[in-house]
């Protein structure tokens, strides 16, 4: 599934549902992932692995215990392992996720907002 | 170093030489790279990793054994494993590279391409 090109933009027309990342590559085992996010997600942490945020479109924050970091397209940022975050996009935002396969998108929470796992687009 | 956030336009700008990719954040031991490069590089390929590219300006082929892949702004493409692979640029373009720490970026040749590993940017 991932010895195709990859076109970002294409990838994500095919997205509908805010706050559920989809697989588009795979690296090792590592996964990339595309999503569409509007308004807020929920404080969680990731307690094995960092978690990479590069926005394509739009502009959203991360907010961390001690700060709030913004993001505007063409930017990224690595919220640490264990540490306790919360995106947010004010309008609706493209971003593209790099973690481990199978890292949940809620962290050490499970709620509404949980979203299944290794579904590729 | 990867407390803060990262725009991939403005280190891009702090890139002078071709073929010598910089790095710009780093993900549990992987690590983000960008690279600006023009003509041909070498046949390599990475014994151990897969590696990720994704083109931010301009446009690249990636030559492979079989088949060349054509990549433009805003694609990505994984070099499987083992895959002996051959990365060109007829004008200039922006990459970002992913892939484990410490991975040549010649990998298993070594010539005057070979470039120092770990220079952040």
Known sequence: MTESKINLKSKLESIKDYWSPKVIAELNDYQFKLAKIKDEFVWHEHNDTDEAFIVIEGSIEIELES???????????????????????????????????????????????????????
């Open 67 to 121: 700060r709030t970091v913004e993001l505007s397209k063409g930017e990224m940022f690595v919220v640490p392992k264990g540490a306790k975050h919360k995106p947010i996009a004010k309008g609706e935002a493209h971003i593209m996720l790099i973690e481990p396969r199978d890292v949940k998108n809620t962290g050490d929470i499970e709620n509404e907002l949980t979203a299944k796992n290794d579904i590729w687009i």
